[in-house]
């Protein structure tokens, strides 16, 4: 058969009717909803809605627009409507530490992640066997104080040209600039290898075993121009002990970070998280 | 205000305009959806729903019944309504030890659960003074062989006099016969000290001692006529290690019994859980 | 039999050698290591030993510690030598709160925490009837501005006259005074309801809530005169989701807070807990 | 410097002063303890321990063991010397998954596991490419009811050749024979894609999907001729809903089995796990 899934998020001030109003005209059309979230934030009475449908043959993602323009006019709804078919495009950026970058690789390799790597890009050389071996172009752009503009110039222009929808930092370690992420507001996860708001900034394992904590985590959030205060997509936490070294808590670490950004990774591919000011709403 | 909350459970057999149908009738009533989980059961076609609404003052539980009767006919729907003004009713069986019970009357008495206890059941005395001083009837109904038909009959007519919805076996210690498991299907959530399906039957965490085995965890299920076999509902596990004794786990395992049998009732009284065969589906 | 069971925690520069003194000195009495936990910090070069001996008959406390003087005064240790026949005493100090003082008073009941509570001290009166049903004592001490010097003088002559050895503060709201947190280094617990060190301060979970965190947490730490900068004993989190009002993260909390401080206070007077400069060794 | 690191097992039955007799002859040679581990056994009254010294120049693995000579003959114990200069040897042997494989090559390759590829042995071709672009030799020998035998005498001769340590079954499908099993007692570690003893045999995560459970996991244990009953090394246990299909619980399993079994592994090669019958002790 030919039938197609379109995922569709939806945001609104909340009232009734909107779920009527938008289900409504998914029946007339003879689609079929395979999966619905919705949350009712009542701190700031948002409505937010997210629906997987299949629908029959013929109906595309423009004719799902059209027919959902009255209820988005007259709810002033945000709404989204993604094709499944069209496999979703990322950027992955990694300094030296290659963990999670594998980790992307493999999972999109045994279909867990569905997506293409468009580019790897990185301010080292190390990857580059890597990316090349599975045939993912390669950008080595080092970054200095001097080419720092020049540089996150390129990489919005490859974001363009390539119709990336997604730039993953996979432990890249150069902090991108208030302007470029404004630009890819929402468009860009990075993997911080911290339990946020603990440990913010530079060597964070080290701060963590420091300070002597029990557990150690990972955070995998959207950049945003404040560093490390973007919304929070996902978190995980190990046990640790007195007995392990700083180095110690950089290779547990290195498992949570894998495992955290690729399910963040996942849940932004298939349209699970939408922003909440500076907090998410994740349908797992 | 006197706006009142009703959860709406429904299952049928997938097809396109089941939601539509629903909330059409719902947003007719004026009624505003506060949450809606959904499920669709691929294996087997089979669709659930739960939807939280806050329906305008003058609507009760009949007239939402009298709106929905269309859909649930032309659906062929299987339905439970349930008004949140009415406070469950819960009968707790106990034996010895009581550290599940105590859990579920401070979950009670701190407001996260909410439910009235009518009354606490035993075939041991001793907690008559933990349900007395929190002023809740006890029975103190020992079960020989000889006697089990009759105690189950003066319970399944405590449960009717009471008008109780739910039987809670917080760590009682005696298996109810199948007659009874059959007339209370779907009311009977009991929990198991292991990770089930691991160590069924008796002494759970000395088998799981005796097999050495590095998690031990804790299982929430309805009760059903094969033992140890009913639907689940909620499951834990902890770490433990070799140098732990058998009464460590035990230790241990009060902790996590306590906490997931308590989610397992909490998920049950919010209506969160939906009999799917031998499986459940969980709207947490 | 008459055989004792004494928990010796010795702390030293580190050098070849100090095993084979204490231990020859143990098996010279006739003493069996039941169990032996060490650490060594190569970044301090200290070394840290716990072992808990059983003695024969006859044996004593005082003989324990004569016949280690010698290894003592050769590698300049610190030593700390319990008697487990002689039952620790605490006081639970507890605002309005009550989950993790009933958790601990349960605890104690069930004899997983093996420990005396020589009375309870609060500034509300909410937990009078707990603890006079268990027959302790019980001091509603109201602190201001203006007595605080004064109630904290009181306290620490019931800590005189009880000979307590630790304090726990089990949700009690009140800063201890500098002077009072010197007095008495390693002897108070506390529970921070938060993962240190996010959410230092007043109302984490709000704060939590408020970050859009994916997991919250409880830590026990020893009291220091840097509030919420003492040295971590346990800590533990748990999953939440923007589903969850800050209430909700209250209501989760609670759970993780009681499990925590227990597990905590446990370590600590099973003499598992040793000081590292700001930093705990754990022998778990 | 060229000081060197030993690893110290023994065990034998438990009375007083092993510890003292074995320490004692080791701070005669001058040796450091770094670590000492012990676990005394009470219901079979067995004492176990690990000790990791660093010896200075000119004391190697003989003299060691020359100095506990006594002490082994006196307490009749068993004993194990490791010189940590010889880095272990491994085979690793797979079918069509190989996650788990690619997991520990990339621990090996950042230093967390020490240890040297010998081989990676195969029935079927997949991974052909992945061991030759480490440099690691690759067999691919299928597996028939008719050649078995053969093929495991030629894994038995590869054993020896090499002069492995240790084989890993990382997802290798095929069960060894009895006689294999015994021949190679506590040199195989397996990872089961189970929380054992739940769901033994074939297709674990249909089974467990079948049943409901919302926990899935995975265990690394010793093979023995007991097929899924060998000695549990670790385990680990992953939430899942109902929401999620048989083969996304695969997909979840694929991380957990990756982790489970590379802990296990470097517990192994670090000789902090013990046989105690068909239980282990883990010094972790």
Same mark, same amino acid.
């Given at each position: 058969?030919?039938?197609?899934?379109?995922?569709?998020?939806?945001?609104?001030?909340?009232?009734?009717?909107?779920?009527?109003?938008?289900?409504?005209?998914?029946?007339?059309?003879?689609?079929?909803?395979?999966?619905?979230?919705?949350?009712?934030?009542?701190?700031?009475?948002?409505?937010?809605?997210?629906?997987?449908?299949?629908?029959?043959?013929?109906?595309?993602?423009?004719?799902?627009?059209?027919?959902?323009?009255?209820?988005?006019?007259?709810?002033?709804?945000?709404?989204?409507?993604?094709?499944?078919?069209?496999?979703?495009?990322?950027?992955?950026?990694?300094?030296?530490?290659?963990?999670?970058?594998?980790?992307?690789?493999?999972?999109?390799?045994?279909?867990?992640?569905?997506?293409?790597?468009?580019?790897?890009?990185?301010?080292?050389?190390?990857?580059?066997?890597?990316?090349?071996?599975?045939?993912?172009?390669?950008?080595?752009?080092?970054?200095?104080?001097?080419?720092?503009?020049?540089?996150? =110039?390129?990489?919005? %222009?490859?974001?363009?040209?390539?119709? #990336?929808?997604? &730039?993953? *930092?996979?432990?890249?370690?150069? /902090?991108?600039?208030?302007?470029?992420?404004?630009?890819?507001?929402?468009?860009?996860?990075?993997?911080?290898?911290?339990?946020?708001?603990?440990?913010?900034?530079?060597?964070?394992?080290?701060?963590?075993?420091?300070?002597?904590?029990?557990?150690?985590?990972?955070?995998?959030?959207?950049?945003?121009?404040?560093?490390?205060?973007?919304?929070?997509?996902?978190?995980?936490?190990?046990?640790?002990?007195?007995?392990?070294?700083?180095?110690?808590?950089? =290779?547990?670490?290195? %498992?949570?970070?894998?495992?955290?950004? #690729?399910?963040? &990774?996942? *849940?932004?591919?298939?349209?699970? /998280?939408?922003?909440?000011?500076?907090?998410?709403?994740?349908?797992?």
């Amino acid at each position: 058969m030919t039938e197609k899934t379109f995922h569709i998020n939806l945001t609104c001030e909340d009232r009734p009717g909107i779920v009527a109003a938008v289900t409504t005209e998914l029946a007339g059309l003879g689609a079929n909803i395979a999966e619905s979230n919705q949350f009712w934030d009542r701190q700031t009475n948002r409505f937010f809605m997210r629906i997987a449908v299949t629908a029959p043959q013929g109906v595309e993602r423009d004719g799902l627009l059209r027919a959902l323009e009255p209820a988005i006019a007259r709810f002033d709804m945000k709404t989204a409507i993604a094709d499944t078919a069209r496999r979703p495009k990322i950027i992955i950026m990694v300094s030296k530490f290659d963990h999670a970058l594998l980790h992307l690789l493999y999972q999109i390799r045994v279909g867990w992640l569905d997506a293409e790597v468009v580019a790897v890009v990185s301010n080292h050389g190390d990857s580059r066997s890597t990316a090349e071996m599975e045939g993912i172009p390669y950008h080595c752009w080092k970054v200095t104080k001097d080419n720092k503009q020049e540089q996150e =110039a390129k990489l919005l %222009d490859l974001f363009k040209e390539t119709g #990336a929808d997604l &730039v993953i *930092l996979a432990r890249y370690m150069q /902090v991108l600039s208030n302007d470029l992420s404004n630009r890819l507001y929402g468009k860009v996860i990075n993997i911080h290898h911290s339990f946020l708001p603990s440990f913010k900034g530079a060597k964070p394992y080290h701060q963590a075993h420091e300070r002597g904590v029990k557990l150690i985590g990972a955070t995998a959030h959207y950049v945003t121009p404040d560093l490390d205060e973007g919304p929070i997509i996902e978190q995980e936490t190990e046990r640790v002990t007195h007995a392990m070294t700083a180095e110690d808590f950089v =290779a547990t670490g290195r %498992d949570i970070e894998s495992r955290v950004l #690729a399910r963040a &990774v996942k *849940l932004h591919l298939e349209n699970r /998280v939408m922003m909440n000011g500076h907090k998410t709403v994740v349908f797992g």
